[in-house]
């Protein structure tokens, strides 16, 4: 069955600098992976997916994801932090078995200092 | 276009009552997925339909179930509540539900069983 790790609880990291958000993943096959974030008292918002193709993903505000194979890592980054990204971010992957379920890690609440 | 509906958004039932909590998916979209989450277990998988089909069951007992109607619409049932079934139940709804298409999430209905 797929899985997906997050080993930080919470990341801090000051406004303006660099932000990483960790994810290792098992799957059988080749994966899909997913990044939402989540606001207090919300849903999930889409960041952004790998399928297939560059290993650098670009998606919503400004935020990216590395594929690494080898690894098995799928890591959230963002150029410069901003307090608005104060929030609980979740990594997901599907596998291509035709088991459409999405299993999520654990969620890291990123807190971004002024 | 309108995202995900989810309604009510809060709910309060006592042990032993049922519950039926209600998910309008974006328009075209065709597969429904719910999910449970919790402060302690994390989002959990419920069940995926696609037009009308169950097609996943995560691990849950036969207390919970859903039906999908032709517009899509969907609806989830709890019988019997139990206190630990107070949650945030997220429904989600994607165009193909195949594997590589992101889940666009409701803002969720939060359960408090008393």
Known sequence: ?114 | KAGVTQTPRYLIKTRGQQVTLSCSPISGHRSVSWYQQTPGQGLQFLFEYFSETQRNKGNFPGRFSGRQFSNSRSEMNVSTLELGDSALYLCASSRTGNEGTEAFFGQGTRLTVV
């Open chain 1, 1 to 114: 069955a797929q899985s997906v790790a997050q080993p930080e609880d919470q990341v801090n990291v000051a406004e303006g600098n660099p932000l990483t958000v960790k994810c290792t993943y098992s799957v059988s096959g080749n994966p899909y992976l997913f990044w939402y974030v989540q606001y207090p008292n919300r849903g999930l918002q889409f960041l952004l997916k790998y399928i297939t193709g560059d290993n650098l993903v670009k998606g919503s505000y400004g935020f990216e994801a590395e594929f690494n194979k080898s690894q098995t890592s799928f890591h959230l980054k963002k150029p410069s932090a901003l307090v608005s990204d104060s929030a609980l971010y979740f990594c997901a992957v599907r596998d291509m078995n035709g088991n459409n379920r999405l299993a999520f890690g654990k969620g890291n609440q990123v807190v971004v200092i002024p």
